[in-house]
């Protein structure tokens, strides 16, 4: 399985901006669909986005299409989470996730992740 760590969260005001970055390493990285998901207090983990193994295919939630884009460098083992226009309720801890699987688009579901990453927290501040 691939290791994952997050870097890049933090306090942001409304409307601000945020780069999350998730840097794999010990499988091929290119073999991984990939993706982020958050956790707010009491709630469920919820989908984000996710891109495909070739970076050419990204797919969106729709509470962040248009707000967050998803990318991914395979040179650098590294995926990318850049989001405009923070409201305060995309506060939540975001987790980078791994699934091996040659699906392009569409959703990403919890059961189905082979890695996790550890978390990194965004607040966002009204």
């Known amino acids: 399985q691939a290791q994952l760590v997050e870097s890049g969260g933090g306090l942001v005001q409304a409307g601000g901006s945020l780069r999350l970055s998730c840097a794999a390493s010990g499988r091929t990285f290119s073999n991984y669909r990939m993706g982020w998901f958050r956790q707010a207090p009491g709630k469920e983990r919820e989908f984000v986005a996710a891109?495909?193994?070739?970076?050419?295919?990204?797919y969106y939630a729709d509470s962040v299409k248009g707000r967050f884009t998803i990318s991914r460098d395979n040179a650098k083992n590294t995926v990318y989470l850049v989001m405009n226009i923070l409201k305060p309720e995309d506060t939540a801890v975001y987790y980078c996730a791994a699934e091996s699987t040659a699906q392009v688009v569409g959703l990403m579901w919890p059961s189905k992740i082979d890695s996790w990453g550890q978390g990194t927290q965004v607040t966002v501040s009204s």
């Open positions: 891109i495909s193994r070739s970076g050419l295919s990204p």
